[in-house]
């Protein structure tokens, strides 16, 4: 049984909490054998107001102006109390309490956040810190007032719809005639029911010259700019609609061999939560520091202090990989257009608030326009009315009709050249000239009023029917008055994805029970095998021919006599493993080499062929494509004339793991021994530099740097006057003022020309690289020394332009640097290039040169002819081609 209760209406005047709790209150209490009541309308409508509210009056801005009401509020409070000095900025905000209802805290919260971004609000005080996360101090003791740009651009009071504020006390703007975009400029983020919006900031000055081409009909492309600076990657930022993505990073440059410096952060992060995040991964073992030093004022500087024997290089990709020196921020363009919610990119938003503007511009100069006409109207009706002392006629007349009667007659001999009829109002406004002025009339300069009045009329016009030329030249001279110090700070940049098992740091121990089968970080008591991280994966291989990829674990059984275990990397195609197997119980050998990649986690792999009884007869595992001797031992039998032979690798080519391998011996192997440690056996490996991302590749990606061999290195010079040179790791970080990188030529001689201030004087040198392994500074210790040119060629010459002196030009020179000085020592001054004064260095073309031949290795690479190694029956090896 249920009863329904009779509800009184919800009254209009209350908020619905108070029309639930009047409600709840005139419930009568149920009989204790009826516990079922329905509560009819008491929710239908609540939640979707409120969500709507939130919505438009709180979470998203509106598409007009880009501001949120209460950043509107505050704005409009600021011109109000406009003077051109500093106002408290509690003032300001108990101002903006007449026109928005939700408090101070809500007020004062959100003129900090536009304080921060410097672009409407000249601040004073202490406003925090968008790079630490300080928080302003409290608005009784800091200073606001409206910038120059802020007045000349959001403030139009005759072209400004308005409405009432909330309690009908005020007029508030609707919008406000906002002549930029603004949104895109200062960004926006926001939450509401159901709904959310994240519009990125972005360069002051690429929007204006984004507004212009829209303008001008051209191509355009918009990428956001953070005032954290940092790096970004807009590959995939999708216009900043919903699914785009841009990853920021942190600016990590090495200091020395053990300390990193971190000099700008990801948008969206500060400083505190940046350390907190690496101190984070410090304790889980993903990375490993010593110490953090935040040094941040004015600029970021963080500084991280590595132990000793850490690469500062593994170290900054993982603190990109396990820290927020990398976050990946999702854009969502979602703004409020007609009171609904509108989804669109930053393109459109930029195309609609330029037309806007071109909108708001014309709107301008037609209100302008009307104004001179009617003073042009009024000037010539003033210079009629005395110049023909139509004000004499007044004198007899005893009415008030009768004056403004004798006015209008006598007005109208004079007025065909107006452009509009004479009213009531115009002769009301002749009446009340002063005799002073009438008395002082000067023809000449009434008539120059007008003519100044007639040109400003054809300027405003022509504006009007040129407005989009008007426009360009309103965003042009934006851009000019307020574009300084404006521009981009963060810099775009494609990232390489940084693959978090080659990063991670080693924090852990694996270890093997070969006879038991088991591996594992637990097995503290069994043999070593090597360091490994928790998301490593393993490789083993069993006696029986059976290979497994496994994930670290604390212990896990994988097989009996494990006879190889090792850390795995599923990229990594130059570790070959050679493998001698008995094809079942007893049947034939077949040697094969073969890498591993391509496989499925915890599958098992036979890598012989499958008989039962199989077994591998002598394993290892190259890092570097090596290739031994072996010597092969047969067991006593009549009818086998030889019983030991070697085995050269390197004579076999390298296939897949499921190859079957070429014939050893159909007899029985007695024992397999290690002669001869061999060489790689693999082609040198080609390095490309991309200098899109700043990073070393094997993909064939940027410029071709080499071949390189275990032993070769990488020359780099910097614009700074320092050189190394360095094994070429993938994982290197290049520094941005770095000029020279190739493959480094042991005996090659580097040619310089340098600036000393404190001699004052140009310098020539040429040197060899003295140490190899340790970084090095050729030009002057002085803080000020400058490197003009630098090059790696055997003959090089350079141009050498004089300034004029006196008013004479001296002829340029030519500078061959092998005839002007010797090799000598890295640290040695070199020779003065001149006692001119230098206007310009530059690099010629250098002289040929042929450098020795290298000499061709005998190594058997990977691409020679197919040959598969034949094993006769009396045991002798042989090549046979198929």
């Known amino acids: 049984m249920s009863n329904e209760i009779n509800q009184d209406p919800i009254d209009a005047n209350l908020s619905p909490l108070e029309n639930e709790e009047n409600e709840l209150q005139n419930e009568p209490i149920e009989p204790a054998n009826e516990s079922i009541i329905r509560v009819t309308g008491m929710y239908q409508e609540w939640f979707l107001d409120y969500a709507s509210y939130v919505i438009l009056e709180r979470a998203v801005p509106a598409i007009e102006d880009g501001f949120k009401p209460v950043q509107r509020r505050i704005m409009h409070s600021m011109k109000e109390l406009d003077d051109g000095r500093y106002n408290k900025v509690a003032n300001v905000v108990g101002h903006t309490m007449q026109y928005h209802p939700h408090g101070d805290q809500s007020i004062a919260d959100a003129i900090v956040q536009i304080g921060q971004k410097d672009l409407l609000i000249d601040t004073q005080g202490n406003w925090g810190n968008v790079y630490t996360g300080d928080e302003a101090a409290a608005s ?29 006390r005020k007029n508030e703007p609707i919008n406000l005639p906002v002549k930029f975009p603004l949104l895109l400029a200062q960004g926006a983020e926001g939450i509401a029911v159901g709904l959310s919006t994240k519009v990125l900031p972005h360069n002051f000055n690429e929007l204006i010259d984004a507004s212009i081409k829209i303008l001008k009909n051209k191509p355009f492309t918009l990428y956001p700019d953070f005032p954290t600076q940092g790096i970004a990657d807009v590959s995939n930022y999708n216009d900043g609609m919903r699914g785009g993505r841009v990853r920021v990073r942190a600016k990590i440059s090495q200091l020395d061999k053990s300390t990193l410096v971190i000099t700008q952060i990801p948008f969206s992060t500060n400083t505190s939560s940046l350390i907190d995040s690496i101190l984070k991964a410090n304790e889980k073992g993903k990375i490993k520091i010593k110490k953090i030093e935040d040094n941040t004022a004015a600029e970021v500087e963080i500084l991280i202090h590595l132990p000793s024997g850490v690469s500062p290089d593994k170290t900054i990709d993982a603190l990109y990989a396990f820290t927020n020196c990398e976050v990946s921020i999702a854009p969502l363009g979602c703004v409020i257009q007609d009171n609904k919610p509108l989804f669109i990119g930053v393109s459109e938003m930029l195309k609609r608030s330029t037309h806007q503007t071109v909108d708001l511009l014309k709107k301008e100069l037609e209100i302008e326009l009307g104004e001179l006409e009617e003073m042009w109207h009024y000037a010539n009706l003033e210079r009629i009315f005395i110049e023909n002392r139509i004000y004499h006629r007044i004198e007899e007349e005893e009415t008030w009709e009768g004056v403004l009667h004798a006015i209008d007659t006598g007005l109208q001999p004079h007025i065909g050249h107006l452009r509009r009829a004479v009213t009531q109002d115009d002769l009301v406004r002749l009446t009340e ?25 054809e300027r405003v016009k022509y504006n009007i029917e040129h407005i989009i030329d008007f426009a360009i030249n309103y965003f042009s001279q934006l851009k000019e008055k307020y574009g300084k110090g404006k521009e981009r700070k963060t810099e775009l940049r494609s990232f390489d994805t940084i693959e978090a098992t080659k990063v991670v740091l080693r924090n852990t121990k694996l270890y093997v029970n070969r006879a038991e089968g088991f591996i594992g970080t637990g097995l503290k008591k069994d043999e070593y ?18 290979m497994v990829i496994t994930k670290v674990d604390d212990k896990k059984f994988i097989g ?64 570097n494509g090596e290739a031994e001797v072996v010597t092969v031992l ?12 070697d085995l050269d690798f390197a004579e076999l080519l390298i296939k897949g793991r499921s190859s079957k391998g070429n014939l050893v011996s159909k007899y029985s192997i007695k024992k397999i021994e290690l002669k001869e440690k061999g060489i790689s056996t693999l082609r040198p490996r080609k390095i490309w530099f991309d200098d899109a991302v700043m990073r070393l590749n094997v993909d064939g990606r940027g410029e071709l740097l080499g071949e390189f061999k275990p032993e070769d290195r990488l020359l780099i010079i910097s614009q700074s006057g320092k050189l190394k040179t360095i094994v070429p790791e993938l994982t290197t970080h290049f520094d941005d003022d770095m000029i020279v990188l190739e493959k480094w030529i042991k005996g090659k001689p580097i040619s310089a020309i340098y600036f000393d201030p404190e001699k004052d004087k140009y310098f020539v040198k040429r040197f060899m690289v003295e140490n190899e392994n340790k970084e090095e500074l050729f030009i002057s210790e002085h803080p000020y020394a400058r490197l003009e040119i630098v090059s790696t060629d055997y003959r090089p010459m350079a141009e050498v332009i004089f300034a004029k002196s006196k008013g004479v030009q001296k002829e340029s020179i030519t500078v061959n640097f092998e005839e002007f000085i010797a090799v000598k020592g890295i640290k040695a001054q070199g020779n003065q290039l001149t006692s001119d004064k230098i206007k310009n260095i530059n690099l010629l073309e250098s002289l040929p040169y042929e450098p020795p031949v290298e000499e061709v290795s005998t190594t058997l690479f990977e691409d020679l002819d197919e040959s598969i190694l034949q094993i006769e029956e009396d045991g002798q090896m042989g090549l046979k081609l198929e």
């Open 529 to 546: 095998v090597a360091d490994c991280s928790d998301i490593d994966d393993v490789v083993v291989f069993l006696r029986n021919g059976e």
């Open 560 to 623: 009996k006599d494990i006879i190889h275990v090792a850390v795995f990397d599923k990229n990594d195609k130059r570790t070959i493993y050679n493998m001698i197997y008995r094809d079942g119980k007893s049947g034939a050998s077949y040697v094969k080499r073969f890498n591993v990649n391509g496989v499925t986690r915890d599958k098992v792999y036979d890598l012989t062929q499958g008989k039962p009884g199989s077994q591998i007869l002598y394993f290892s595992a190259n890092p």
């Open 433 to 457: 000239i002063r005799i002073k002025r009438i008395s002082r009339f000067d023809l000449d300069k009434a008539q120059e009023k007008i003519d100044a009045l007639e040109g400003d009329i």
């Open 634 to 645: 047969l067991r006593q039998l009549s009818n086998v004339k030889k019983l030991k032979f």
């Open 140 to 168: 009784r003791y800091i200073e606001a007032r409206l910038s120059k740009f802020a007045l000349e651009v959001l403030y139009s009071p005759k072209i400004t719809h308005w409405q009432l504020s909330y309690d009908g």
